[in-house]
């Protein structure tokens, strides 16, 4: 059962109570601390993304389509619709030989409500790029034109860019295919359902890649931890959590949020990894709750 994490004050009494389940775990299984219930299970949203990244620069696409180091930090991000998230995923895109068009993720609104008051400014209407799951989908196209996959519905469950993600996520969860939820997340693509247990296993493995990666894979894990951490503005932006954590750890953190409050951290190259879910969804629960309890682990 989920526990209290955090209160609400006002007038120095409880007003509200944010309960949720948290878990510290390292890269050979064990469970180091938790609160609630490590087993828990939920969807993992937005906080997969560094997994689903992995078999797009397995099959090559840093090479093919001369990634940088920003355009590979957006694979994994949940950006805010900013300027510079926009121009990098159009970039992006024009090296895959692709425009806007190509993506199914749906326009949106910024999440940085500066950047949504912007567009309207210029008389523009919200587009596809902006949406903070651009960069994962353009990840998927990618891996789709180094495949040979067609391009058309890549974002039902069946098509095989998904039936390779899960295969990756499994991989990096330790955990059956068939023993993942699958559901359909904001975005249009399949959403992984697990225990928080093995969400933070797969953070644990991405501190210390070469712990567990071989191959291939382990120069994608290396891609996605070093990406995210040199360049943090890319993965979400102004005034958001994971970009702050990560630029002021200066790479001893990695740092992931997932809808409906979960929430991802990476201790690098310690091995171990905390992962977060509260119960009600509330995002104003997680910064000082993840903050807390970093200060707590020193």
């Known amino acids: 059962m989920s526990e209290p994490l955090i209160n609400v004050i006002r007038g120095g009494r409880v007003e509200s109570i944010h309960r949720g389940d948290w878990v510290l775990v390292d890269v050979n299984g064990r469970i180091l601390a938790h609160k609630g219930n490590p087993m828990k299970r939920t969807f993992w949203r937005s906080s997969a993304k560094p997994f689903q990244a992995m078999p797009t620069l397995e099959a090559g696409a840093a090479e093919k389509f001369s990634m940088t180091t920003e355009e590979i930090s957006l694979l994994c991000a949940s950006h805010n619709g900013e300027p510079r998230h926009v121009e990098t995923a159009l970039g992006l895109l024009h090296k895959m030989g692709l425009d806007e068009s190509a993506l199914d ?3 949106a609104q910024p999440m940085l409500i500066e950047a949504a008051f912007e567009t309207i400014d210029r008389g523009e209407s919200f587009s596809q790029l902006q949406n903070p799951c651009s960069g994962k989908h353009s990840g998927m196209l990618a891996l789709c034109l180094l495949k040979g996959w067609p391009l058309e519905n890549y974002i039902s469950k069946d098509h095989p860019v998904h039936r390779a993600m899960l295969k990756s996520i499994a991989h990096a969860v330790s955990m059956d295919e ?3 939820g699958i ?3 904001g975005c249009g693509v ?18 210390l890649p070469e712990a567990y990666f071989e191959g291939a ?3 994608a894990a290396k891609s996605v931890a070093h990406a995210m951490t040199t360049a943090p503005f890319f993965v979400a932006g102004t005034k958001r959590l994971d970009t702050n954590l990560m630029e002021a750890a200066n790479g001893r953190i990695l740092a992931k949020l997932g809808a409906e409050s979960v929430y991802c951290v990476s ?8 992962v977060l879910k509260i119960e009600d969804g509330a995002y104003r629960a997680i910064d000082p709750i993840v903050i807390d309890l970093l200060t707590r682990m020193d």
């Open 105 to 107: 993720c749906g326009t």
């Open 190 to 207: 399949p959403v992984f359902e697990m225990p928080l247990y093995n969400m933070a296993l797969a953070y644990a493995r991405l501190s």
């Open 183 to 185: 559901a359909i997340d």
């Open 217 to 219: 894979g382990l120069i």
């Open 267 to 274: 201790l690098m190259s310690k091995g171990v990894a905390l």
């Open 178 to 180: 068939k023993d993942i």
